[in-house]
């Protein structure tokens, strides 16, 4: 049975298998958790993208999905980029459905690269303006149900969501309780 965790930390300092980068489309970094993962990960990661947008992504990577690459100088082993969506209230549910694609892919990308430990920020709750407690349920409902599909099941033996700053962690925690998920 696969563990969800809540954290409160840097993504950057992980010791996972695969750190999960809130990505822009292009892939070629950014601000955030986009910014610090490139930053931290150093050059390796960007030429990486450089070579997806060559050969796969040129017009970059859609909304929803998710992509690997090496994780460079980080003490992961791999990043898998996901682009969130936006939010806009006009068309939350259409968002919302994006939103959970970015959890359920990235968790299928790093099953299928043979990872055992996933480190997952709190996508799209950034400057994407995605109001945090909607994004931690769409988060912890999302990764509950994947790991427990039958491709993913026992594939993986964490989950951990690394929150930046005491009120992401307090909310993802509030929002763990009320889903009735253990600690």
């Known amino acids: 049975m696969t ?6 930390g ?6 996972v298998d695969v750190v999960v980068n809130a990505a822009n489309s292009s892939l070629l970094g950014g601000g955030g958790v986009d910014g610090a993962i490139h930053r931290a990960g150093g050059p390796e990661i960007l030429e990486d993208c450089r ?6 992504y040129g017009k970059g990577l859609p909304t929803g999905r998710a992509v690997a690459t090496t994780a460079g100088r980080l003490p992961a082993r791999w990043v898998v980029h996901t682009v969130g969506p936006v939010f806009r209230v006009e068309d939350r549910a259409e ?5 959970a694609s970015c959890y359920s892919e990235s968790l299928r990308v790093a099953v299928g690269l043979g990872a055992r430990t996933v480190a997952f920020p709190a996508i799209s ?3 994407f303006g995605w109001p945090l407690e909607d994004a931690a349920r769409i988060a912890l409902t999302t990764v509950t149900g994947t ?3 039958e491709e993913v099941a026992g594939a993986l033996a964490e989950v951990r969501f690394v929150l930046f700053g005491s009120d992401a962690y307090a909310m993802f925690e509030q929002v763990r ?7």
């Open 3 to 8: 563990q969800i965790t809540l954290v409160e």
């Open 10 to 15: 840097d993504i950057t300092d992980q010791q």
């Open 51 to 56: 070579r997806l947008r060559a050969s796969h």
């Open 95 to 99: 968002r919302a459905a994006l939103l």
């Open 125 to 127: 709750a950034g400057i």
């Open 147 to 149: 790991v427990a599909d």
């Open 177 to 183: 309780l009320e889903l009735g998920q253990r600690s």
